[in-house]
């Protein structure tokens, strides 16, 4: 099983003078960031898409899915973004212009809102190549006050209920490794001690759960 070896959640070292985000040009675009299940299945078109942070967040699996990852019996646990001043969370930003803005916008308030819980909020993103050109981008966050929220439990906790959780989009663990698997991909300055610490909880105990032939078929 793959694992990151994290620290805190840090942006790239030594990071260019901040910009002022900048105004797409055509003013009939949209910036769309996923950090969760969107930065490899976005399902909906888009005309240009950059990997990126966003800072002053921290990505948690403290929401609840009954839906795509678990079931009102049994919800599974699926990322939001926490908070916090000194955090950083990288994903893919999509560009969605002319007509793919509204059909964008139409299919995640169904997949994010109506079925995951989640509010829009707006954040600056920076992209990966290209850092000092910040952008302005919408994001799907979950917040205590939707009633999926579980909040915040022990890292083997939520590795516990993720290994026991599947939904109508695929098994809760399928999930977690697709995500831990695109901050490989970011490189060693994407970093993420939360998805970390569960990835390395769900390798000690995912032998306990099943043998290695039903593991893999978990995913």
């Not at 560009?95 to 997949?111: D, F, I, P, T």
């Not at 993720?162 to 490989?184: K, P, V």
Request: aromatic share 10%; proline share 9%.
């Amino acid at each position: 099983m793959k694992q990151e070896s994290a620290a805190h959640n840090t942006p790239p070292s030594s990071p260019p003078p901040l910009q002022p985000p900048q105004d797409d040009s055509d003013p009939q675009a949209l910036w769309i960031f996923g950090y969760g299940s969107l930065v490899w299945r976005p399902d909906f078109a888009y005309s240009d898409s950059r990997v990126g942070f966003v800072r002053g967040y921290s990505r948690r699996f403290w929401q609840g899915d009954t839906f795509h990852r678990g079931s009102d019996k049994m919800p599974g646990r699926v990322v939001t973004l926490l908070e916090d001043h000194e955090g950083c969370t990288w994903g893919v930003a999509y560009q969605v212009q002319g007509e793919q803005v509204s059909e964008a916008l139409k299919y995640l308030n169904v997949r994010e809102a109506v079925l995951g819980g989640y509010d829009t909020k707006e954040v600056t993103f920076y992209p990966q190549e290209d850092p000092d050109q910040p952008l302005k981008a919408l994001a799907y966050v979950a917040t205590p006050q939707n009633p999926g929220y579980l909040g915040p439990a022990p890292e083997e906790a939520i590795a516990t209920q993720i290994l026991a959780c599947r939904g109508f989009s695929g098994h809760n663990l399928e999930y977690l490794l697709r995500l831990a698997d695109f901050m490989q991909l970011c490189g060693p300055q994407a970093q993420d001690e939360h998805l970390a610490a569960i990835v390395d909880a769900v390798g000690t105990m995912l032998p306990c759960f099943c043998p290695t032939e039903q593991a893999l078929a978990l995913v």
